[in-house]
């Protein structure tokens, strides 16, 4: 089974709709990030975590909010989607004891906003 | 503001031959330096670490480089397969709040 699950895979909505992605990881890890990745500009950080009650924002958090509900889930929600929010969501974990800081990623959602 | 540029044009290299990734930043300095491969839906793939006080980092055919003077990596992938076709994305770690800022990624297309 995948470390790092996300739900839905892909997932088409409509304008002004709440709309909730979902990730699972099995690693055991203390730190979980949302991105999203749009052509040409890379992985943005959305939310991340260092653990279940440290929650910051990343460099795109505006229209987005997160629930850290345990070590192992992290959710992201749009709470009212918008066209330019059609992406590529990638949920990724981390150990904070890692020195080599390798992030895990998981195999992302493909959101399209009508 | 803090950028970081990888080649947006595809590298297309033949079978065999060393393909060679540049990765830039500006108003950064990072304590790492990650590179990852990417392949068509899917995340991304941790490669390779650098340091700031390492120049260099081998990984069977990988070869990454750290140029903090030039704010400069390169990535080295020797004696190139088709199945090294993928985008490579770089990334770059603050140890102070252990965030990641990644590059958008280069795609390389090794042919026979």
């Known amino acids: 089974d995948a470390d790092v699950t996300q739900t839905p895979r892909n997932r088409i909505t409509k304008t002004g709709k709440r709309i909730m992605l979902e990730c699972s990881q099995t690693?055991?890890?203390?730190?979980m990030y949302w991105y999203r990745q749009d052509p040409g500009l890379g992985l943005r950080l959305i939310y991340y975590s260092f653990d279940v009650k440290d929650i910051n924002k990343g460099e795109i958090s505006d229209g987005y909010s997160v629930s850290r509900q345990a070590q192992a889930k992290f959710s992201l929600s749009l709470e009212s989607a918008i066209p330019n929010q059609t992406a590529l969501y990638f949920c990724a974990t981390s150990d904070s004891t890692d020195r080599v800081y390798e992030q895990y990623f998981g195999p992302g959602t493909r959101l399209t906003v009508t | 503001s803090q950028k970081i540029e990888q080649n947006s044009e595809a590298l297309n290299i033949q079978e065999g031959k060393t393909a060679t990734l540049t990765c830039n930043y500006t108003n950064y300095s990072p304590a790492y330096l990650q590179w990852y491969r990417q392949d068509p839906g899917r995340g991304p793939v941790f490669l390779l670490l650098i340091r700031e006080n390492e120049k260099e980092k081998r990984k069977e055919r990988l070869k990454v480089t750290f140029d903090t003077t030039l704010k400069q990596s390169l990535f080295h992938i020797t004696a190139s397969q088709p199945a090294d076709s993928a985008t490579y994305l770089c990334a770059l770690v603050d140890d102070s709040w252990g965030k990641f800022q990644f590059g958008a990624g280069t795609q390389v297309v090794v042919t026979p």
């Open positions: 690693k055991g890890h203390d730190r």
